[in-house]
């Protein structure tokens, strides 16, 4: 009986044991579970990098280095692509095409490439394989790889693919995408410079002034670009409203308003864009003699101004009524003056940049006077 007794609390043990080895094991397995759902591995989608734009076909679809295109009636390489693979020890930029002969079941489907210079070519005294290359991995491959070396300019390459059998063509025209990586915009003034407005081009009222948008890149190839040019206004002033008494002839401010220039650039300052060529125009009216309208009163006893400028008259015509303290706001729009300044930006909406100047205008000389009186020796 004691031996019966010993067996069957070695067998419960045992079991006990097995019990309780299943337990943990189950356990590591949930625990295993729990981390890695903690852990998944982020969407694949998001880890591949996307390629870099090599070139771009006619229909303004993107091409990269790893895909095969069917061939293209027309491509470009950008600067931006070409400058990319040299600052990375690349010597060029390549991309793949293939051309389809057809029928597909034709016996002798082998094809020949070549490259050369489109019309009146620039740079066609240098062999068109220094700027534009294809070639085949095997023998009469219909895929072929066409790489760029060089900026070639406004010049086209011709990429001619030819069938073994029958000699039938076609052709692709390549083309350089001259993309800006610089622009600077000059003039032939002269910069001023003050502690308030930095850096500004003085302007005289009446005139059209041209400047020159410089754009270039590592290759001094641009021939791509969209050039827009804007106006704004930094600072702010007080302008005010007055009433110009028929009388009297005396004018007074009623009230003034602190007021961004930026809501007036346009009566200040208009600009155009021809080609590379920046032309900025001023108009005869300056800031301390502007208003934007006036109308004659009710009953005919005067005149009223709106958004005049409140400003300091040398002969004593203009002063404050209603209690408006007229040569306090006008001593405090001298100061303000200073501050403020016109900004003309340039944008080239196909490279992404942007350049922006100062400016200011104030009075240009209108004539010169004789005395009447006449002088004797």
Known sequence: MQNELNKHQRSDKFKWWLTLIGFILVGVMFVGLFMGWFNAKPNTD????QEEVVAVDPNGNT?????????????????????SAMATSN???SVNIEAYVWPENASNRKVDYS?????????GSNPVTDYVTVSQANDGDTIATVSCYKAFGTDTIILTVTTRDGGFTDTCIISFEGIASSMNISGELTLSN???RGNYYLLGTGKTYNFDVIMNNVFNEVGNYNLTATVDGVGSVYFGTTFSDASSGFTYFQSAELK???????????VSIDGTT????TDSTYIENYYSYFESDEYGMGTYSYDRFVCLDEYGLIGGSNGFDYEGTAQENQT???SCYFTITVTDSVSGLSETINVWAEPSVSGVNLSEDSLGF
């Open 46 to 49: 998001e880890e591949i990098p």
């Open 63 to 83: 091409m990269n280095s790893e895909t095969v295109y069917a061939m293209p009636k027309a491509m470009s390489f950008s600067s931006t692509a070409l400058y």
């Open 91 to 93: 010597e060029c930029v």
């Open 115 to 123: 490259v050369a210079w489109g019309s009146a070519p620039t740079y």
């Open 194 to 196: 003050t502690a308030e």
């Open 260 to 270: 961004e220039i930026s809501g007036f650039k346009d009566e200040f300052i208009t």
């Open 278 to 281: 920046l032309s900025i125009t």
């Open 336 to 338: 303000l003056l200073k």
